[in-house]
């Protein structure tokens, strides 16, 4: 079993940043496949990116691609979303998760959900 708590959110005007942090206990969050996902009102939940179990490899949708970066610190047994150039379509409840896999490419990889974060921008 494992827990996920995401801290962080709040808000920003465009073209600022925001870190989510997501603390997992339970278990080492290097043996999961790590994932962010967004969902703003009406729509489905996306995924933002994730971060493969082991090697730790990160991929992006290309909505976010070099301004949103995902880390992992294995010793504070925390995922990272460091988000950059926020723009107002960014603005969505975010999810961590965690799946048993090695690759979460959708919700149908998750095993694991955290409470979610709001993140609001400003126009």
């Known amino acids: 079993q494992v827990q996920l708590l995401e801290s962080g959110g709040g808000l920003v005007q465009a073209g600022g940043s925001l870190r989510l942090s997501c603390a997992a206990s339970g278990r080492a969050v290097s043996g999961y496949a790590m994932g962010w996902f967004r969902q703003a009102p009406g729509q489905e939940r996306e995924l933002v990116g994730g971060?493969?179990?082991?090697?730790?490899?990160?991929y992006y949708d290309d909505s976010v691609k070099r301004r949103f970066t995902i880390s992992r610190d294995n010793t504070k047994n925390t995922v990272y979303l460091q988000m950059n150039n926020l723009q107002p379509e960014d603005t969505a409840v975010y999810y961590c998760a965690a799946g048993r896999g090695w690759l979460i490419t959708s919700t149908h990889d998750i095993d694991y959900w955290g409470q979610g974060a709001q993140v609001t921008v400003s126009s």
């Open positions: 971060i493969t179990s082991k090697e730790g490899s990160t």
